[in-house]
């Protein structure tokens, strides 16, 4: 099989599964790197030279997408059939939607009153909710291979991991004032 067209995981020679060893995946990526990189081929044939470039870009990609949870998991989701469509299937639990509506009016309380408390106490909210989301996609994806309900659980960690960023921005706004 030609190396441009094999999954992350094959490419970096990692098991395709959600729960991947960090120190593992930045080693392999650097091992992946370092035999493709362009510069090892600079005196090369203009093909190899080409092939070295679209390898590393390969890497770059491969890596990039592996080491974020929520991509990885989407991935893994793609992989098995079942695209996790963010821009299309905004489907969430009426749960979900409420916790989101809370979220957003505690956010919206904390800048309008500049409590710093509040930012601090909705960022572990944040945190502990992403542990869970992990732990969730951890148990669809590697054992039970329950693509639909890992897609699910990515969409919920894309809107965590983007409110994450506004809180973030939040807490940074109010630290400059």
Request: net charge negative; charged share 25%.
């Amino acid at each position: 099989m030609n190396l441009l067209n094999k999954s992350h995981f094959d490419f970096l020679g990692l098991p395709a599964r959600f729960h991947l060893d960090e120190r593992q995946l930045h080693e392999t990526f650097r091992r992946v790197q370092a035999a493709v990189h362009p510069d090892r081929f600079a005196s090369s044939g203009g093909a190899e030279h080409r092939m070295a470039m679209q390898l590393a870009t390969r890497a770059n990609e491969a890596f990039s997408i592996l080491r974020d949870p929520g991509q990885r998991a989407a991935y893994l989701c793609e992989l098995n059939g079942c695209p996790v469509q963010a821009e299309t299937n905004t489907a969430m639990s009426s749960q979900f939607l409420i916790q989101q509506m809370q979220w957003r009016e505690a956010l919206q309380d904390a800048r309008e009153t500049a409590d710093r408390e509040a930012l601090h106490g909705l960022e572990q909210t944040l945190s502990d909710h992403r542990a869970d989301l992990l732990a969730e996609m951890t148990r669809a994806l590697d054992e039970l291979h329950d693509y639909p309900s890992a897609c699910d659980a990515v969409r919920r960690w894309m809107f965590v991991d983007k409110f994450g960023r506004e809180v973030a921005v939040a807490r940074e706004a109010l630290a400059a004032a």
